[in-house]
T-cell receptor
Framework: DSGVTQTPKHLITATGQRVTLRCSPR?????VYWYQQSLDQGLQFLIQ???????AKGNILERFSAQQFPDLHSELNLSSLELGDSALYFC????????????FGPGTRLTVL | EDQVTQSPEALRLQEGESSSLNCSYTVSGLRGLFWYRQDPGKGPEFLFT???AGEEKEKERLKATLTKKESFLHITAPKPEDSATYLCAVHLNDYKLSFGAGTTVTVRA
């Protein structure tokens, strides 16, 4: 158990809908990262927050957004969902923001029908 | 372009048959190389962090080494419970973590 928690574990929804994924980092970690893992793309970095502020952006679509709250938990919002958004979404956390070891949560499996 | 390449894609081993996985990278400024283990449908589990060429880290049957261009994950006398996908990742200059595609290891009893 890495100490990172994610909810829900599974999410099934329809195209065009909006969902919110939630992540709580390890105690003491200030950085939160979001990743998408699909069969044909591997693990893709989406976005990083450090102590409430956006720090780095990866291949995140405009339909996706995230935020980190004062209690350091983070939410990833996915809107106008498409079939291709079906994937595993992982959250990771680390103490610092730079070149630090990241610890991953168990993931949320999103299925868009 | 910065890139992380893992080989082989898949590795089938007999229990006790030692082997090595390779992770080669082309980044202009390595700020850390990480090894993770991932079981199907689960989150990546952290194994090792390596920061400089010549560094080695060990944990049970696993040993990770780092050179200027590549890293190796050596699995000594593997057991069936070592079956998993092993992921290599590097921190790029802009501090994003870039993952390789992974090596899926299957250990038969």
């Amino acid at each position: 158990d890495s100490g990172v928690t994610q909810t829900p574990k599974h999410l099934i929804t329809a195209t065009g809908q909006r969902v919110t994924l939630r992540c709580s980092p390890r105690s003491g970690d200030l950085s939160v990262y979001w990743y998408q893992q699909s069969l044909d793309q591997g693990l893709q970095f989406l976005i990083q927050y450090y102590n409430g502020e956006e720090r780095a952006k990866g291949n995140i679509l405009e339909r996706f957004s995230a935020q980190q709250f004062p209690d350091l938990h983070s939410e990833l919002n996915l809107s106008s969902l498409e079939l291709g958004d079906s994937a595993l979404y992982f959250c990771a956390s680390s103490v610092l923001a730079l070149a630090d070891t990241q610890y991953f949560g168990p993931g949320t499996r999103l299925t868009v029908l | 372009e910065d890139q992380v390449t893992q080989s082989p894609e898949a590795l089938r081993l007999q229990e006790g048959e030692s082997s090595s996985l390779n992770c080669s990278y082309t980044v202009s400024g390595l700020r850390g190389l990480f090894w993770y283990r991932q079981d199907p449908g689960k989150g990546p589990e952290f194994l090792f962090t390596l920061y400089s060429a010549g560094e080695e880290k060990e944990k049970e049957r696993l040993k990770a080494t780092l050179t200027k261009k590549e890293s190796f994950l050596h699995i000594t006398a593997p057991k069936p419970e070592d079956s998993a996908t092993y992921l290599c990742a590097v921190h790029l200059n802009d501090y994003k973590l870039s993952f390789g595609a992974g090596t899926t290891v299957t250990v038969r009893a």
